[in-house]
């Protein structure tokens, strides 16, 4: 049976073994997004967030000294709550009342 692998063995590698060995890392994604409320926010995050699995692939790892990677993946397992950070809001400017930054307030209220 010959086996599927990206290792290409030379005539100097007679007698000498393949190995092979499934490291797990944890990739953690922070994302943020404009809304009017968690649940639009929530929306967002599941229809335009999270991980573009098509870059998950063979770039990603180091391959030298005859280390060739064989497989990339990555699975979904776990999320934190959608989180309030601030309110979207016109700082204004004493001398002109009218006038403004806009801003994102953190100590402003959710509603």
Do not use: C, W
């Not at 007679?14 to 968690?38: F, H, I, P």
């Not at 063979?58 to 979904?76: C, L, P, Q, R, S």
């Amino acid at each position: 049976m010959t086996v599927d692998t990206n290792v290409y063995p030379m005539k100097e590698d007679l007698g000498k073994n393949l190995y092979r060995k499934k490291t797990y890392y944890t990739l953690v994604v922070e994302q943020e997004v404009l809304a009017k409320d968690k649940d639009e926010a929530d929306q967002k995050f599941l229809d335009d967030g999270g991980v573009d699995h098509s870059q998950i692939n063979h770039e990603i790892t180091t391959n030298k000294n005859g280390v060739e990677t064989f497989m990339v993946d990555a699975n979904y397992t776990d999320s934190g709550d959608t989180e309030f950070i601030g309110k979207v809001l016109i700082q204004e400017d004493e001398d002109e009342p009218d006038h403004g930054d806009i801003i994102i307030d953190g100590y402003a209220n959710e509603q």
